[in-house]
């Protein structure tokens, strides 16, 4: 392991040099605003940082999504292997077997898939897209890839099918032309069944495009066509004409045979179904509607909506099930999507909350000869996958082991945890249990294929999303699978707002008052704390125990004071007040039932939404502590939270908006400050700014090129005008990003214009980053203390001090007093994070309260004193005399040293961009700082010295979704919601990269093909010849020629090679494969051999015994016999 040593003397160069370096190593510490003096002033450290990141730790790569594929359009399942997969119409591929096998596949032109076939029990998957090609996928590796790819040039592809145990694939396109396709060399056969050859010669009209191909059961040398307008046809290959032609005047949207192939049902666009006989093609010989109303004087039924698929599934032992979807009546409008089972004369109709795109029957056997012995329906919806099990009469469903339900409420927000406590997992999953829904299917979930090892990675993972309606998730992410552990509804603390009433209008977001806006949890102490974007902020306890109690409130006023008059100095600023004079001017209220309406229409004091004051039934698991709301003040609605933080061991929770800071003591359910962020600088404001004075003041200090550069952020962008918020933006919907971006870069260019109007437009200063942290508040102080690091919109980084009442009992009774420290740090754009290190350059972690259930019935633990861990992992004796405090903003990050307040090192992140997301975060036993920007590169950065380790250009935010929910944890996971209803789950750990085959599933197990059932001799010889039936004399090239060249396009896929390198782990992975390859086909062939053998021990004996036979009788009479 390379080792850098970095010395924090930076001789001769001072901390005020112009912004210039954009290397970390050494540059000053550019564009600082205060003049440190030099590098090597008073407190800042002499010894070595001993870094050991280097570039070779890190490296990007996707590890797996998770979630419902994102507009599915095709569906495909393999009886054997019992693998699913799911194409969309952005061209992904999911592939479904056993929990933990989960396979995301991308086809490069991003074209729609239409239609997914397997090659049953081969490894192999087919896809046909709407641009016309072709793809073959090799799945007997961990990540699948394309082996060959064919591109149709003059024809639509609309319909493939791919009989069981052959080579040759039948494509049907929009003129009405079948083609096949040699599945192993991908290429076209000379054999064309041209739509003017299939119909009659007589007819006038073109037949539309092939709707349905399929070879008959009982015969494969015919094959079954069918068109759109209604025309079937049933086609001799080896005769190379039609064998009869069936017409109906309803267009066809699927057909189905039975399996003895005598007869097959088609399914039409008037809702009818209609069986057909091989013998008597020239009607159906039998038509029903099955929803359909019948007419009173005797007519046929009224037409209903069109039946889009049907499966005609036979059973041994009881009548054979008919499943079809649409075909709905007319007239019920309002009536759900849904699926028909009919069975016998039973019939059962499945209302489903979503359109469905397509089902899929599951039997027992891949023959399409033998009995089929349906057992399951899984049926794709538009947003959700259900399985339905046909086995019992009432039809349940199975219980979905997937976590396919991410978008149940649309995903505002996410938080992200790697190596965070052992026992979480296991509680949270022991309160969520309870919560399951009853009346599932008792059998195993029937998509079982593949396998999966729970691989070398062990620590364990959470993901928490936030949601739309208000719910949070937590999910179990250990070992890259997605498993629900527990949620709670954060609505549950409001009352439900009834249509009409005149409370109502204090809203501020009509759609979705509840959505989730920011989120903050602190693993070790439990304690979960969530912003809402209706202006509140609600802090919940972890408990074991049920409980009845009422919820706490508290009420803000935090709205920026608009001065009418004019400001003659600066100077006349007031000074920061004591907080214990703070408290008794601040207009909170206890409870949120006392407010008070101004007269008129002017709001006052009013909150947006009402807190339960009754009693509230809480269940085990997160339990409302307090609620405390921002509230209109005259006539002006509170804005939304731009930030928020909360810590266990300080019993504080601090959030801020673009108005400015509130810090609410949770403990003692009291408000503690409530200020704009003006006045949080008090005569310590480097610009001496004014609120909001006509006059434009120019007494300014120096390094205001600084602040020039300043981006105005996302939020503060949002918050300029008071009444936007109205009717304000939906969190989950990705619509505004274009919007959202431009403002933000116009932002940019404008703020660069003028120092002097960038300060008086952005005078409301957001409040975009907070942290609470035992640090050295001011210049030279000789011990750390407990405060609030508070970081603004345009780059300032304020430092609060806290004052705690020492012990328990005080604790509860005597006041926390903020007071300011008169620290004021600069960088270039928003703040976005805060991180502490120690002396020897380890994370120190905010103090923390360790968990304890204040509603156990166990009085020891309720009674027992609070337990704080107030340094981890070093001890205060091993703090030293010094730390380092890492802040990263939009544009820049900066590493101080403390208390000296010496910038140590600066790194120019971006010029022409913002980051969305910065972490400080931990790998390999060290810490970095990982970053994720606008223009889509990914980078990390070694502390403190800032080094630049990874910079890849790894995704555009196309999206303001990937913006709202990108975020970085340790170990080197990230995640980022890729489309509305999946996560993308990514690390750019080297390690974890080069790990990363161990831990995916294998899509791919071998299984022995089930053996075809004995048909007997009788029906050997007389069902058809469809055993002798020799594809490879008709199709190949000797036979049928070659297609023509313009015809479609062979394009050899990357899969080959690649895929090979991929599936083993080396050398010896690789000739291990080929053996067991080698055996197998061995294995086959010898069972072949025996095979022949024993068919022609059998027709020797047969022909033995004819010959006899004929011996016997040769010289008989006819009167003899």
């Known amino acids: 392991m390379k080792k850098f040593n970095f010395r924090k003397v930076l001789d001769g160069l001072t901390?005020?040099?112009?912004?210039?370096?954009?290397?970390?190593?050494?540059?000053?510490?550019?564009?600082?605003?205060?003049?440190?003096?030099?590098?090597?002033?008073?407190?800042?450290?002499?010894?070595?940082?001993?870094?050991?990141?280097?570039s070779d730790y890190f490296q990007i790569c996707k590890t797996v999504r998770h979630g419902f594929p994102y507009l599915p359009t095709a569906l495909a399942f393999d009886p054997v292997q019992k693998i699913l997969a799911i194409g969309t119409r952005t061209g992904a591929i999911r592939i479904l077997g056993r929990p933990g096998v989960d396979c995301y596949c991308q086809h490069e032109s991003g074209a729609a898939v239409l239609q997914l076939q397997f090659l049953i029990n081969e490894g192999a998957l087919v896809s046909a897209c709407a641009d016309d090609a072709l793809h073959l996928w090799n799945l007997r590796q961990k990540r699948p890839a394309i082996l060959h790819s064919l591109k149709f040039n003059r024809e639509r592809i609309t319909y493939c099918h791919l009989p069981f145990q052959s080579k040759w694939l039948y494509v049907g396109t929009e003129r009405g032309n079948t083609h096949i396709v040699n599945i192993e060399s991908f290429i076209l056969s000379g054999y064309v069944i041209m739509w003017n050859k299939a119909i009659e010669l007589s007819t006038k009209t073109h037949p539309g495009p092939v709707v349905h191909l399929s070879d008959s059961p009982r015969d494969e040398g015919k094959l079954l066509i069918g068109y759109e307008n209604g025309t079937i046809v049933f086609w001799d290959l080896r005769s190379k004409r039609a064998d009869l032609r069936a017409y109906y005047d309803e267009a066809i949207h699927s057909v189905a045979w039975h399996h003895e192939g005598k007869q097959f049902m088609c399914s039409h666009s008037d809702g009818s179904l209609t069986l057909w006989n091989l013998k008597s093609p020239n009607r159906p010989f039998q038509t029903?509607?099955?929803?359909?109303?019948?007419?009173?004087?005797?007519?046929?039924?009224?037409?209903?909506?069109?039946?889009?698929?049907?499966?005609?599934?036979?059973?041994?032992?009881?009548?054979?099930?008919?499943?079809?979807?649409?075909?709905?009546?007319?007239?019920?409008?309002?009536?759900?999507?849904?699926?028909?089972?009919?069975?016998?004369?039973?019939?059962?109709?499945?209302?489903?909350?979503?359109?469905?795109?397509?089902?899929?029957?599951?039997?027992?056997?891949?023959?399409?000869?033998?009995?089929?012995?349906?057992?399951?329906?899984?049926?794709?919806?538009?947003?959700?996958?259900?399985?339905?099990?046909?086995?019992?009469?009432?039809?349940?469903?199975?219980?979905?082991?997937?976590?396919?339900?991410?978008?149940?409420?649309?995903?505002?927000?996410?938080?992200?945890?790697?190596?965070?406590?052992?026992?979480?997992?296991?509680?949270?999953?022991?309160v969520g249990a309870k919560h399951k829904k009853q009346g599932y299917s008792n059998k195993e979930?029937?998509?079982?294929?593949?396998?999966?090892?729970?691989?070398?990675?062990?620590?364990?993972?959470?993901?928490?999303?936030?949601?739309?309606?208000?719910?949070?998730?937590?999910?179990?992410?250990?070992?890259?699978?997605?498993?629900?552990?527990?949620?709670?509804?954060?609505?549950?603390?409001?009352?439900?707002q009834k249509q009409g009433e005149g409370k109502a209008t204090a809203e501020i977001v009509e759609e979705d008052p509840f959505a989730v806006q920011m989120m903050y949890w602190c693993p070790e102490s439990r304690i979960f704390c969530v912003a809402g974007v209706s202006a509140y902020v609600v802090v919940y306890r972890f408990s074991k125990h049920e409980v009845n109690t009422e919820i706490a409130s508290l009420e803000v006023r935090l709205q920026y004071e608009v001065e009418d008059i004019i400001t003659p100095e600066p100077e006349i600023i007031p000074p920061f007040p004591d907080a214990s004079s703070q408290l008794p001017s601040l207009k909170s209220l206890s409870g949120s039932t006392n407010t008070v309406a101004c007269e008129g229409t002017m709001k006052d004091s009013i909150?947006?939404?009402?807190?339960?004051?009754?009693?509230?039934?809480?269940?085990?698991?997160?339990?409302?502590?307090?609620?405390?709301?921002?509230?209109?003040v005259d006539g002006e609605p509170p804005q939304q939270i731009t930030s928020l933080a909360i810590n266990s061991a300080y019993g504080l929770v601090a959030f801020g908006n673009c108005n400015g800071l509130a810090v609410v003591d949770f403990m003692q359910k009291t408000v503690l400050l409530s200020m704009g962020t003006l006045d949080l600088y008090g005569s310590?404001?480097?610009?001496?700014?004014?609120?909001?004075?006509?006059?434009?003041?120019?007494?300014?200090?120096?390094?205001?090129?600084?602040?020039?550069?300043?981006?105005?952020?996302?939020e503060l962008e949002r918050c300029k005008s008071p009444t936007s918020v109205k009717g304000s933006r939906k969190l989950s919907l990705p619509t505004d990003l274009k919007t959202d971006l431009e403002n933000r870069e116009n932002s940019f260019s404008r703020s660069r214009s003028s120092s002097v109007s960038s300060i008086d437009r952005d005078s409301k200063e957001a409040i975009t980053a907070l942290y609470f942290m035992e640090s050295f508040a001011r210049k030279n102080d000789s011990a750390v203390s407990p405060c609030l690091w508070v970081g603004t919109g345009l780059g300032m980084v304020l430092i609060l001090s806290l004052n705690l009442p020492a012990g328990d009992d005080l604790r509860q009774s005597e006041p926390v007093m903020v007071s300011p420290s008169g620290t004021v740090l600069t960088l270039k754009g928003a703040v976005l994070t805060f991180a502490c290190l120690d002396c020897t350059g380890t994370l120190t972690h905010p103090p923390y309260e360790v968990w304890r259930d204040l509603h156990?019935?166990?009085?020891?633990?309720?009674?027992?004193?609070?337990?704080?861990?107030?340094?981890?992992?070093?001890?205060?004796?091993?703090?030293?005399?010094?730390q380092f405090a890492v802040i990263c903003s939009e544009k820049q990050a900066k590493v101080f040293s403390l208390p000296s307040q010496t910038c140590l090192y600066v790194h120019n992140i971006t010029e022409t961009s913002f980051l969305l997301r910065a972490d400080v975060v931990t790998l390999c036993n060290s810490v970095c700082l990982a970053c994720f920007c606008a223009n889509g590169h990914i980078m990390t950065l070694s502390l403190p010295s800032l080094r630049p380790l990874l910079d890849i250009n790894y995704l555009p935010v196309t999206d303001m979704r990937i913006a709202r929910t990108f975020c970085f944890t340790n170990e080197g996971q990230a995640l980022y919601l890729s489309s509305p209803t999946e996560i993308q789950r990514l690390t750019y750990s080297q390690e974890m990269c080069?790990?990363?085959?161990?831990?995916?599933?294998?899509?791919?197990?071998?299984?022995?093909?089930?053996?075809?059932?004995?048909?007997?001799?009788?029906?050997?010889?007389?069902?058809?010849?469809?055993?002798?039936?020799?594809?490879?004399?008709?199709?190949?090239?000797?036979?049928?020629?070659?297609?023509?060249?313009?015809?479609?396009?062979?394009?050899?896929?990357?899969?080959?090679?690649?895929?090979?390198?991929?599936?083993?782990?080396?050398?010896?992975?690789?000739?291990?494969?080929?053996?067991?390859?080698?055996?197998?086909?061995?294995?086959?062939?010898?069972?072949?051999?025996?095979?022949t053998a024993s068919m022609m021990a059998s027709a020797e004996a047969f022909s033995k015994h004819a010959h006899e036979v004929m011996l016997k009788y040769k010289d008989k009479k006819w009167y003899q016999f």
């Open 15 to 54: 901390a005020s040099s112009p912004g210039g370096s954009s290397g970390g190593g050494s540059g000053a510490g550019g564009g600082s605003v205060h003049p440190a003096g030099t590098a090597g002033a008073a407190g800042t450290p002499r010894d070595e940082i001993q870094e050991t990141l280097t």
């Open 445 to 496: 979930w029937p998509i079982s294929g593949g396998a999966w090892n729970l691989g070398a990675q062990t620590y364990p993972e959470i993901i928490i999303t936030g949601h739309a309606d208000g719910s949070v998730k937590f999910w179990d992410a250990s070992a890259i699978t997605l498993q629900m552990l527990y949620k709670f509804k954060t609505s549950k603390v409001f009352e439900k």
């Open 607 to 632: 909150p947006c939404l009402s807190v339960k004051t009754r009693p509230v039934r809480m269940p085990p698991g997160y339990q409302a502590d307090l609620v405390i709301q921002l509230v209109w």
């Open 856 to 882: 156990s019935a166990d009085d020891g633990e309720k009674t027992r004193k609070r337990k704080l861990v107030m340094h981890s992992p070093s001890s205060s004796q091993d703090m030293g005399d010094h």
């Open 684 to 714: 310590s404001d480097p610009y001496q700014r004014q609120p909001r004075s006509p006059r434009k003041s120019k007494q300014f200090a120096a390094g205001l090129t600084e602040l020039s550069d300043s981006p105005v952020s996302l």
């Open 994 to 1091: 080069d790990n990363l085959q161990d831990m995916l599933g294998d899509l791919f197990t071998p299984v022995e093909t089930p053996e075809a059932q004995n048909r007997g001799f009788l029906k050997g010889l007389f069902g058809g010849s469809g055993q002798a039936f020799d594809r490879e004399e008709l199709f190949g090239e000797a036979t049928a020629g070659k297609a023509s060249r313009s015809l479609a396009q062979h394009i050899p896929g990357s899969g080959g090679i690649e895929g090979v390198r991929g599936a083993a782990g080396g050398v010896i992975g690789d000739l291990t494969r080929a053996r067991i390859a080698l055996d197998e086909r061995g294995q086959k062939l010898g069972e072949l051999d025996e095979r």
């Open 288 to 430: 029903t509607i099955p929803h359909g109303k019948m007419q009173r004087d005797g007519k046929k039924p009224e037409s209903c909506k069109p039946i889009l698929k049907v499966e005609y599934k036979t059973c041994k032992n009881s009548e054979p099930f008919v499943i079809f979807s649409g075909g709905l009546s007319y007239d019920k409008a309002c009536r759900r999507p849904s699926l028909t089972i009919m069975h016998g004369k039973a019939i059962t109709v499945l209302e489903m909350d979503h359109p469905i795109v397509d089902f899929l029957t599951l039997c027992e056997t891949p023959y399409p000869n033998e009995f089929q012995e349906p057992y399951a329906v899984v049926v794709l919806l538009e947003k959700d996958l259900i399985v339905v099990d046909l086995t019992q009469s009432n039809f349940p469903i199975f219980e979905n082991p997937y976590p396919i339900d991410i978008h149940e409420s649309p995903v505002t927000c996410t938080e992200y945890f790697a190596d965070c406590p052992p026992d979480l997992i296991p509680v949270l999953y022991s």
